[in-house]
């Protein structure tokens, strides 16, 4: 039951390093100003990049004092100040980052931790002035299964919400969208949208085609966008004709296999030899009676 996190943060520290001669490891960390904790909080940022990889399908690059909006599988860490004093740290591996070249460091906006999470309940919901449901998230992140623990809330006058949390009971499996709001003991989730895994399944609704703005700026480009699709497609499925290479030596000779005697042979063979035997048995008793 995995869960991802988007945040916008300045990026305050790049280290790459090389962990084989295709792969690129980038650490990173940076400050999020979110708009619902009273002060800054850090955030280190784990990308991997593929030499062999296509493009438009690999991890953007980033660099120091940029801001970028991140997305990722989380945990949360502990560090310590120098007065040891311990505070959360985002732990985020990367699973697409967007630079914004066109925003100043020193006007970096108060942004909220997205949220979104698929997750068990603990327990049943209680519904006072709001409605809180304390769920559990397990991400696989660092080679390691992660528990995080989380309460959940929307207040009651959120209609379209208590459509589904007053029917949710213990051990319930909820598809979370929200706010995350991390705090020194416990880790807050404002819901935005709630729903069950059967209720994904919407009709889509056709509607007549708009014209966007970047596709009327340069049609050129929608050639190379169908390129980059038509070769990914090629590459895949020329990966699944392939026929599997034999393990097999072409020069190694086969054993040949011990041939047995079939049990109707020995069968034959046994009966001929009594049919013979008895056969002497009346001459010698012929010979006999002549005498």
Avoid at 64 to 69: N, S
Avoid at 149 to 169: A, D, G, Q
Wanted: some cysteine.
């Amino acid at each position: 039951m995995p869960a991802t996190i988007t945040v916008l943060c300045y990026i305050t520290c790049h280290r790459k390093s090389f962990a084989s001669k295709n792969l690129s490891i980038v650490e990173a960390s940076g400050i999020i100003r979110s708009r619902s904790l009273n002060a800054s909080l850090n955030v280190t940022l784990i990308g991997f990049y593929h030499d062999d990889a296509i493009q438009e399908l690999s991890l953007p690059e980033f660099e120091e004092k940029d801001i970028v909006l991140a997305t990722g599988n989380f945990r949360i860490i502990e560090g310590i100040d120098n007065e040891n004093k311990k505070y959360p740290i985002l732990r985020i591996i990367l699973n697409d980052i967007v630079r914004f070249n066109s925003i100043d460091p020193n006007d970096l906006p108060a942004f909220p931790i997205l949220i979104n999470m698929t997750a068990i309940t603990q327990e049943d919901p209680t519904i006072g002035e709001d409605v809180t449901i304390k769920v559990l998230v397990k991400n696989f992140i660092n080679q390691d299964y992660v528990n995080i623990e989380m309460i959940c809330y929307h207040p009651v006058s959120t209609r379209h919400l208590m459509n589904v949390t007053t029917v949710v009971k213990r051990h319930t499996v909820l598809y979370i969208n929200g706010e995350l709001i991390i705090t020194d003991d416990s880790n807050i989730v404002y819901i935005q949208s709630i729903s069950f895994p059967e209720f994904q399944k919407i009709t889509p609704i056709s509607r007549n085609l708009i014209e966007l703005p970047w596709e009327s700026k340069n049609q050129n480009d929608k050639t190379t966008q169908n390129t980059v699709a038509q070769t990914i497609a090629g590459r895949v499925k020329g990966n699944i004709r392939k026929k599997p290479v034999s393990t097999t030596n072409p020069c190694s000779k086969t054993k040949p296999r011990s041939i047995h005697p079939k049990v109707a042979d020995l069968a034959n063979n046994l009966l001929n030899k009594n049919s013979n035997v008895l056969n002497q048995t009346t001459e010698i008793l012929t010979l006999l009676v002549n005498k």
